[in-house]
């Protein structure tokens, strides 16, 4: 009832920029926060950054300055603005999202919390 999507990855030379987009929809009652992670082939998924409802944000030491995150009006779509990209930034980028979901038939009754996830999208930065 609820999906998150991403989108905007794909190859890019050092130096360059990509924006990265993920769209939540669905039974969609309310949300807390929407951020994005990024996990390396042998790493561990980490935080890149978040924003929450009131627009607060907060970004990982590696990437502050180059990246930016912003939200739609609706609240429900997140973007990642990536400028002066590294080899380093290369991973799969994941949405998440901390949210309350509603009913199928009544989505303005909450029915729970829950974070969902997306299901990636590949960033490949060249040297």
């Known amino acids: 009832q609820v999906q998150l999507v991403e989108s905007g990855g794909g190859l890019v030379q050092a130096g360059g920029s990509l924006r990265l987009s993920c769209a939540a929809s669905?039974?969609?009652?309310?949300?807390?926060?929407m951020g994005w992670y990024r996990q390396a082939p042998g790493k561990q998924r980490e935080l890149v950054a978040t924003i929450n409802s009131g627009g607060t944000t907060n970004y990982a030491d590696s990437v502050k300055g180059r990246f930016t995150i912003s939200r739609d009006s609706s609240k429900n779509t997140v973007y990642l603005q990536m400028n002066s990209l590294k080899p380093e930034d290369t991973a799969v980028y994941y949405c998440?999202?901390?949210?309350?979901?509603?009913?199928?038939?009544?989505?303005?009754?909450?029915?729970?919390?829950?974070?969902?996830w997306g299901q990636g999208t590949q960033v490949t930065v060249s040297s």
């Open positions: 669905g039974t969609i009652f309310s949300i807390s926060a």
């Open positions: 998440k999202a901390d949210l309350t979901y509603g009913s199928t038939w009544y989505r303005h009754v909450p029915l729970g919390t829950k974070d969902y």
